[in-house]
Structure formats: structure tokens, C-alpha cells
């Protein structure tokens, strides 16, 4: 699996999900990284190095935009999933 993307409607909900899996997982050997939210306080209970990595941004107030999926979700909004071309 690339990447999973999951909606729920709390942070409990959220912090929950990722410790259970991040637990179940791990006694596999599997190590799940570079979990994101659009929610502050789901990210403050992540630990940095399971964090996915940020684009150096010098807008200290925005989340980040992330890529998931090969598309960008604005993590601030919650609203924008975009394409990229080069």
C-alpha cells in the first residue's frame, strides 16, 4: 500500500486509529510513517519522526499543503485537492 486516506469525525477518533495501527503493525515488522492531519491537536500527538516530511515554507501559521495520491490536499482547508504538472 502507497498511501491511505481516512475521514473521521473527531480527533480522539483519529488518535486512536493511528495508535492502534501504528501498534498492530509494528509486531509484524511494519512501520507506518508520514501520517498528516488537518487537525493541530492530532498532530501534536505524533511523534516527529512519524510525521510525514514538510516542504521548507516560511508561512508558519498555514499547515502544510501535502501530496498524497498523486494529487495536493490543503490541509489548512480541507477543501482542495489539486493536480500538479510540470
Do not use: H, Y
Request: proline share 1%; glycine share 2%; net charge negative.
Amino acid at each position: 500500500m502507497d498511501d491511505l486516506l481516512k475521514s473521521v469525525n473527531d480527533n480522539a477518533t483519529v488518535i486512536c486509529i493511528q495508535k492502534d495501527l501504528t501498534t498492530l503493525l509494528s509486531k509484524d515488522g511494519f512501520r507506518l510513517t508520514k501520517w498528516s492531519s488537518l487537525s493541530r491537536n492530532v498532530l501534536a500527538e505524533i511523534q516527529e519522526k512519524e510525521k510525514a516530511s514538510r516542504f521548507i515554507d516560511l508561512d508558519f501559521d498555514d499547515l502544510p499543503i501535502e501530496r498524497l495520491l498523486c494529487l495536493k490536499w490543503n490541509t489548512e482547508t480541507d477543501c482542495q485537492l489539486r493536480f500538479s504538472v510540470s
